[in-house]
């Protein structure tokens, strides 16, 4: 087989193939052997009738489309590792010449990975945050546990207020009719936490166990619910019962009480650590995605809008995989949020370019750099998400069996590595940063 490959315009590649006479026919012998054994011709037996009865009988066109199927993936195959183009897509075959004696010659036209022309992506400057915890920081996240951990008082002649938990019964009405979901008893609503609508909770501030108070709110344009979207609402509202929360004073008591350690000291400390280990953590993920993003923008490459469209076709079946997961379908998720699946698919397209060409340059770089993911280091990884989801490593190995599995986990290595490769090569510049968390 002869395989010549001439790039043409917008990443498509033509690869002409010729075949020849000798395996053309070797393979037009085979489907005829194969045919003849699955059809019934009068006054032969299945098997015995000789091939110019079959071809009589059925016409030439079946046995030289199956002698086609026998030579063309490995012919394609063969001619993609010869050529080393990279198809990204599948082919469009045109038969040039199909004839029993003579070579087979076809034309395949196919999209091919674009090339990527790399920048710079060794020695670069990303910027390095001073990671430092605050007293602020601590005693914040301090407060944050007292609240937690907080009792909740009964306070029957005290007012609510913002933080309070009211237990209330409502009933709403919607042009005099009360409607479904708006009808509640017993309802423990925290004043201030957003869980009702808009305007909801705040006319709840003032009033006392046992007050009964009116409730007009408006719902939302975009509410989930359809059919009281934008609606004006009436809540008549019993309070029955307001607690509010009882803080626990700041020591070693409260240290033992919410925490393994018998000091406030300690908890302090404890938690210090984990927001530096939590910052630090944080830190290298934007030195990460800065290193990431100027390897990227000093690259170029002309990206098939076929790789893009695939992006947003993934993104697509995840949200409607999440939705379905919450009981919603993606046309009322559409509707709920005005909006459409076609303007959802447009605002991706910039993100879906971006992901694209970000994994198209570093996969250039590990290419160029010759990185590759060991078996072990496939093994590894199975541990780790094993250990991470707590699943039986052999159980999670036999979940991956199959060959894009296997393949996805390997690429996402692959790309890490490459990312880890860019660090190393990179030179960090010492940045203050604020005392935040």
């Known amino acids: 087989m002869k395989a010549n490959v001439e790039k043409i315009e917008n990443n498509r590649a033509q690869l002409t193939l010729t075949i020849e006479a000798e395996q053309v ?104 945050p001073e990671v430092k915890v605050s007293t602020e920081a601590v005693e914040e996240h301090l407060k944050t546990l007292q609240s937690r951990y907080a009792k909740l ?106 925490s393994e350690f018998d000091t406030l000291e300690e908890l302090k400390a404890d938690i210090e650590k984990r927001l530096q280990e939590k910052m630090e953590k944080k830190a290298r993920q934007d030195m990460r995605e800065e290193v990431i993003k100027k390897v990227v923008d000093a690259s170029s490459v002309d990206i098939p809008q076929i790789l893009v469209d695939r992006r947003v076709d993934a993104h697509m079946s995840r949200l409607s995989e999440r939705l379905q997961a919450q009981g919603f379908s993606l046309e009322q998720y559409c509707e709920a949020a005005d ?12 993100q879906a370019y971006q992901s694209v060409k970000t994994d198209l340059v570093l996969e250039e770089i590990a290419e160029t750099e010759k990185i590759e993911v060991k078996e072990e280091e496939i093994i590894e990884e199975i541990q780790e998400l094993a250990k991470e989801y707590n699943e039986n490593v052999d159980a999670l190995q036999k979940n991956l069996q199959s060959r894009e599995s296997i393949e996805a986990l390997s690429y996402g290595i692959m790309i890490d590595k490459t990312v880890k490769f860019l660090m190393d090569n990179a030179k960090e510049v010492e940045e203050e940063a604020g005392a935040e968390e």
């Open 339 to 350: 909006t459409t699946e076609e303007e959802i698919r447009e605002k991706y397209q910039e």
């Open 153 to 258: 008082v009964s306070v029957p002649d005290e007012p609510i207020k913002e933080g309070d938990i009211a237990l209330i019964d409502y009933k709403g009405y919607i042009d005099g009719q009360t409607f479904a979901g708006g009808i509640e008893d017993n309802y423990a609503l925290e004043i201030g936490s957003g869980t009702f609508i808009e305007g909801f909770e705040e006319q709840l501030i003032g009033a006392k166990a046992g007050d009964e108070v009116t409730v007009n709110v408006t719902f939302p344009e975009k509410y989930r619910e359809s059919h009281l979207a934008g609606k004006p609402a009436e809540f008549k509202v019993t309070v029955k019962e307001v607690k509010r929360k009882e803080l626990a004073p700041l020591d070693d008591e409260f240290a033992k009480d919410v």
């Open 25 to 128: 026919d070797s393979a037009l012998d085979r489907a005829y052997r194969k045919i003849v054994k699955e059809v019934n011709i009068p006054g032969f037996r299945k098997g015995k009738a000789p091939r110019k009865i079959v071809e009589n009988h059925l016409g030439t066109e079946p046995i030289f489309k199956e002698a086609l199927d026998f030579i063309l993936p490995e012919a394609y195959t063969k001619a993609v590792e010869e050529t080393k183009i990279r198809p990204i897509n599948q082919p469009e075959i045109s038969i040039e010449q199909f004839e029993e004696g003579k070579d087979l010659i076809l034309t395949i036209n196919v999209d091919v990975r674009p090339e990527v022309k790399l920048g710079e992506y060794k020695g670069l400057e990303i910027k390095k």
